[in-house]
Structure formats: structure tokens, C-alpha cells
């Protein structure tokens, strides 16, 4: 089965720039989709198709594709961007076609 | 305004069965794969199953397959997830989904519910 790895954490400064990568064999190949999930809410799609932002997202969210590795970059991280991430691509190689990363909690500091 | 509302959770004895609904509105329900997700307590998320716009493909992850079976109501715009011979691991809060595509295949989930939980203890 097609398996994405994401970091469990990574900590920013108000203001900041935070990365979260998001590996996969050939990712690049694939569209990759990302959510944000805050602490007792549902998942909201934040990026669609590496890099395509829903309409009520901020400019400060961008994502990227490239090689095995994709990359979801939050500018001007603010506090209510503290949350969970996870990465998502379909993949009909297995029988699991919705494949999910294990996530990555953004601490703002 | 999307809006995705699941119900049905409760608690249930390992072995037993319980049903899940999740209500739509403000869209075309009926032009839309929907989506069944879980998390466990402090864990990730976990793709359960899809059901394409027609009803007529149905794709179910691995842990579940043969013992959820996922329906729809177009008329009714509700999603349905049947849940038999639950076992202590299905315990999570689920998710209903919508997908992007009437075939819920190569897609990504654009509006999500509050999710319903599900217990399995004994």
C-alpha cells in the first residue's frame, strides 16, 4: 500500500514561516491534497491538487509537489493556525484509494 | 451553505451493530461521491469507505471490508454506513465526507461533518 510520511510536529514563531513535508514514493505523480484540523473540529481542506487554495483560504497557506516529497507552507503563521495537518492523495494501487499522511501538529510558540 | 450533519453514534457492545446518517444540504446531493472517515482517540484519520453518486460503486478500506456496508438516499440526501460485528478497534469519531467527484475516484474531500462517535466496549 501506498504510505505518506509527515513529521508529528513542528513549532513556528507568530509571524513566521512554517513547512510541513509530506513524502511519498513518485509523489510528484500524484495530486496531493492537504487538510487542517484544529483541536475538537473536522478536517477543512486547505489545498486541493498541490497547490489550489478553496475560496475563504488565506494566501498565507501554499503547497507544492516536487520529486517524493510534498510541501505545505503556512506564511505569516497567526495562532489559529495551530492544528493538525495531514497530507491526502488517492491512489488505486491498493484497496485503501483515499491514502492519508499521519499528520503533523503545528505549535505555534 | 454545505452542510453535512452525522448521527447514529452511541455505545455498543463488541459484536453488535450500529447504523450512522449523515444529512446534507446546499448542494446536489445526488452529484456527489461521499465519503466515510474515522479517528480514533488521539490518533489520525482514517479512510473508511466511498460510495460514488450513483450508488452503484462502493470502495471500502481493508479493516472494514465485509462487515460495513455504506448506502445512500439520493431523495433524501443521506449517506448511510452500516456497521456490523464492530470489534473494539472501530471505536472513533466518524466522519461523513463529501468528495469532489460524482466517481469519488482520483478526488479529495472539499466539506467535512462534525463527525458522530462510536464506542465499542463491553
Known amino acids: 500500500s501506498y504510505v505518506l510520511t509527515q513529521p508529528p510536529s513542528v513549532s513556528v514563531a507568530p509571524g513566521k514561516t512554517a513547512k510541513i513535508t509530506c513524502a511519498g514514493d513518485?509523489?510528484?505523480?500524484?495530486?496531493v491534497h492537504w487538510y487542517q484540523q484544529r483541536p475538537g473540529q473536522a478536517p477543512v481542506l486547505v489545498i486541493f491538487d498541490d497547490f489550489d487554495r478553496p475560496s475563504g483560504i488565506p494566501e498565507r497557506f501554499s503547497g507544492s509537489n516536487s520529486g517524493n516529497t510534498a510541501t505545505l507552507t503556512i506564511r505569516g503563521v497567526e495562532a489559529g493556525d495551530e492544528a493538525d495537518y495531514y497530507c491526502q492523495v488517492w491512489d488505486s494501487s491498493s484497496g485503501q484509494i483515499y491514502v492519508f499522511g499521519s499528520g503533523t501538529r503545528v505549535t505555534v510558540l | 451553505e454545505v452542510q453535512l450533519s452525522g448521527s447514529g453514534g452511541g455505545l455498543v457492545q463488541p459484536g453488535g451493530s450500529l447504523r450512522l446518517s449523515c444529512a446534507a444540504s446546499g448542494f446536489t446531493f445526488g452529484s456527489y461521491a461521499m465519503t466515510w472517515v474515522r479517528q480514533a482517540p488521539g490518533r489520525g484519520l482514517e479512510w473508511v469507505s466511498t460510495?460514488?453518486?450513483?450508488?452503484?460503486?462502493?470502495y471500502y478500506a481493508a479493516s472494514v471490508n465485509g462487515r460495513f456496508d455504506i448506502s445512500r438516499n439520493n431523495y433524501r440526501s443521506t449517506l448511510y454506513l452500516q456497521m456490523n460485528r464492530l470489534t473494539v478497534e472501530d471505536t472513533a469519531l466518524y466522519f461523513c465526507?463529501?468528495?469532489?467527484?460524482?466517481?469519488?475516484?482520483?478526488?479529495?474531500?472539499?466539506?467535512w461533518g462534525r463527525g458522530t462517535l462510536v464506542t465499542v466496549s463491553s
Open positions: 460510495l460514488s453518486a450513483d450508488g452503484r460503486s462502493t
Open positions: 465526507a463529501k468528495d469532489d467527484t460524482d466517481s469519488g475516484l482520483d478526488s479529495h474531500l472539499d466539506y
Open positions: 513518485k509523489i510528484a505523480s500524484k495530486s
